[in-house]
Every structure is written in structure tokens, then in C-alpha cells.
């Protein structure tokens, strides 16, 4: 039904916040404690996405090949990160009063990232925007993350709301890919991290900054009358 409030579902890296800087940080202290070079920020841009165990298997990759012991490296960079989850992250512009203005207009919200509960809720104490959302599922909360369609409809059943009434918003393949997966209508930001064009990934509409959410909604009938 259109012209009634919706339940938004929200990426995190790359639509909210910009975390390259943070995690660009951590992945290179475990580097280099392997003895590799460092990658560059925009090399990280082109690694994030896929999960945190994925990042560091792609920055091993592009600095010599895979990791001697994978799973001590991804310990040595969750050590890092969570001790540094906001020193060099920053809200993308706009984003605290159009949550606030998404919020007064009656729509409810919830958080579907890739990124590790634990450094997902740091975050988002860090930036004042837990209050935001009825739901928070990170890529370890449930056996499957996005893009299987498991992880945003097991968002939505965590606040026991309507998929029929949902709608995604992100930056990457990944995030346009589950809504896809879950018959939701998607929202793509054109800025974020992404390895292919925003505009070929399949969301319903595209927008270029985080303000225009509220008019996406309303363009696409799914915002109140």
C-alpha cells in the first residue's frame, strides 16, 4: 500500500557512515605486523562490503597473497578496530537530520550491515544513532549475511515488522542485491564503496546524497500522503 509509513532498513558503511579511514587503519597495522606493505585508502574503498574476514583476506591479497594464518590475522584486526571504530570515521553529510526528519514523518528503522555487531553498535553509540533504530543486525548476528535474503527479512522479523512494507537503502551490490533477493524496493546512494557502477547494481531509484531519501520515498509512492 502506497502513501503510508514504511519500515527503512539501513546499510551502515558507505551510506551512513565513512568508515574507509578507520578501517583502512586497522587493516594496515595487521599488515605490516605480517611484514607487508600498506594499502591505500581507495584501495580499501574497493575491499569493503563483504564482511570484515573478506577485507582482510583482499588486503593480503594485494599485498603478496593470502595470509600465513587467516584466522589470527582477522583476531589481530578485530583487536585493532574495535579499539579505533570512529577516530577517523565521519557521519556522511545530512545524515543525522534526515534520520530525525524519517523518523517524525512515522517511519520506523532498522540497521542490515555486513560489519560485526560488536564494532556495529560502537559506532553507532559513538554517533548518537542507536536511538534511531528498533533493530541493529550485523554480519555475525544471523548464519547468513547480505546479500541472502535471510539476513534483511530476519532484520525485519527482529521488530516484528511487514516486508511488504519495507524498503532497503545502500551503497553496494550487496545491499541492492538482498533487496532483490527479498522482493523489497531499494534505494542506492551513488557515493560509498562499491567495485561496479551505482547506477547498473538494479536499485529502484538512485540518489546522490543522503538527504534525498525523503524524496526518493515520496518518487517512488512509499512515503505518507
Known amino acids: 500500500m502506497n502513501g503510508r509509513p514504511r519500515t527503512l532498513v539501513f546499510d551502515l558503511d558507505g551510506t551512513l557512515i565513512h568508515s574507509a579511514p578507520d578501517l583502512a587503519a586497522a587493516l594496515n597495522l595487521v599488515l605490516e605486523e605480517a611484514g607487508r606493505a600498506r594499502v591505500t585508502l581507495h584501495q580499501v574503498t574497493q575491499m569493503i562490503g563483504d564482511g570484515v574476514a573478506v577485507l582482510v583476506e583482499r588486503g593480503f591479497t594485494a599485498t603478496g597473497g593470502s595470509a600465513d594464518d587467516p584466522e589470527a590475522r582477522l583476531d589481530r584486526f578485530h583487536h585493532h578496530y574495535n579499539k579505533a571504530t570512529a577516530d577517523l570515521t565521519e557521519l556522511y553529510p545530512g545524515v543525522m537530520e534526515t534520520l530525525e526528519a524519517l523518523a517524525n514523518d512515522g517511519h520506523r528503522m532498522a540497521l542490515?550491515?555486513?560489519?560485526?555487531?560488536?564494532?556495529?553498535?560502537?559506532?553507532?553509540?559513538?554517533?548518537?544513532?542507536?536511538?534511531?533504530?528498533?533493530?541493529?543486525?550485523?554480519?555475525?548476528?544471523?548464519?547468513?549475511?547480505?546479500?541472502?535474503?535471510?539476513?534483511?527479512?530476519?532484520?525485519?522479523?527482529?521488530?516484528?515488522?511487514?516486508?511488504?512494507?519495507?524498503?532497503?537503502?545502500?551503497?553496494?551490490?550487496?545491499?541492492?542485491?538482498?533487496?532483490?533477493?527479498?522482493?523489497?524496493?531499494?534505494?542506492?546512494?551513488?557515493?560509498?564503496?562499491?567495485?561496479?557502477?551505482?547506477a547498473e547494481m538494479g536499485a529502484d531509484i538512485l540518489i546522490d546524497h543522503f538527504t534525498e531519501v525523503p524524496d526518493a520515498l515520496r518518487k517512488l509512492g512509499l512515503a505518507p500522503a
Open 112 to 198: 542490515c550491515t555486513n560489519k560485526p555487531a560488536v564494532a556495529t553498535a560502537s559506532v553507532l553509540k559513538a554517533f548518537g544513532l542507536a536511538g534511531f533504530f528498533e533493530a541493529v543486525a550485523g554480519g555475525d548476528t544471523f548464519s547468513v549475511r547480505k546479500p541472502s535474503p535471510g539476513h534483511l527479512l530476519g532484520t525485519l522479523q527482529m521488530m516484528d515488522a511487514d516486508p511488504e512494507h519495507a524498503v532497503m537503502i545502500g551503497d553496494s551490490p550487496n545491499d541492492i542485491q538482498v533487496a532483490l533477493n527479498a522482493a523489497i524496493p531499494a534505494i542506492a546512494v551513488s557515493y560509498g564503496y562499491r567495485r561496479v557502477p551505482a
